[in-house]
């Protein structure tokens, strides 16, 4: 079965620094999915990759999928106490089955202002 | 704006004493899933619906069941709850599984408490 391992685990990092997430996979991945999550609430997309070397950014945050489609990496650029919470990178647990996400156990992210 | 709804955010219940958690959306979507997610762990599925039809994971416990009586609404029933069904439970949706990375949205979980 597939697994999706996250590092680091947890990260502590200064107001304004930059930071990287990322997302391993033990078999090719064909949807990646990140998501944060709040303490104590539900899941919030940030964005999904397809296409290996596929590259998405939205306001700070820029998300990579690797060529070999096996490695994903979410970079938080001047990084704000707003980012801190739980980063979770997802993937689907079948290729052509949508529906059944695997999930990775997550990396918590704090921000010192 | 809300487009997935779960109502209580947050539930107490007695150590085998059933309870009903329930999911709402508004995305008009045909898949809804039922999470799991346990302290500091990620999210397991539990089972989803496409329309009507229900999928249970192979691992999924008998004590949870599902219930969707039509395309907005979804129930998660707990039969007889164990102090180890004490998590948070998440409903998400997403437009179909015809394709696959089909993003799914969801809502707010809701925390169950077992005494």
């Known amino acids: 079965s597939q697994e999706l391992e996250q590092s680091p685990q947890s990260l502590i990092v200064q107001e304004g620094k930059n930071l990287t997430i990322n997302c391993t996979s033990s078999?090719?991945?064909?949807?990646l999915y990140w998501y944060k999550q709040k303490y104590g609430e539900g899941l919030i997309f940030l964005m999904m990759l397809q296409k290996g070397g596929e590259e998405k950014s939205h306001e700070k945050i820029t998300a990579k999928l690797d060529e070999k489609k096996q490695q994903s990496s979410l970079h938080i650029t001047a990084s704000q106490p707003s980012h801190a919470g739980i980063y979770l990178c997802?993937?689907?647990?079948?290729?052509?089955?949508?529906?059944?996400?695997?999930f990775g156990q997550g990396t918590e992210l704090s921000v010192k202002p | 704006d809300a487009m997935v709804i779960q109502n209580p955010r947050y539930q107490v219940t007695q150590f085998g004493k059933p309870v009903t958690l329930s999911c709402s959306q508004t995305l008009n979507h045909n898949v809804m899933y039922w999470y799991q997610q346990k302290s500091s762990q990620a999210p397991k599925l539990l089972f989803h619906?496409?329309?009507?039809?229900?999928?249970n994971e192979a691992d999924t416990p008998d004590n949870f069941q599902s219930r969707r009586p039509n395309t907005s609404f979804c129930f998660l029933d707990i039969r007889s709850p164990g102090l180890g069904d004490a998590a948070m439970y998440l409903c998400?949706?997403?437009?179909?599984?015809?394709?696959?990375?089909?993003?799914?949205?969801f809502g707010p979980g809701t925390r169950l408490l077992v005494l």
């Open positions: 997802g993937a689907d647990a079948m290729y052509n089955q949508g529906g059944k996400l695997i």
């Open positions: 078999k090719t991945l064909y949807g």
């Open positions: 619906y496409y329309d009507k039809d229900f999928n």
């Open positions: 998400a949706t997403s437009l179909s599984l015809a394709e696959k990375e089909e993003t799914q949205y």
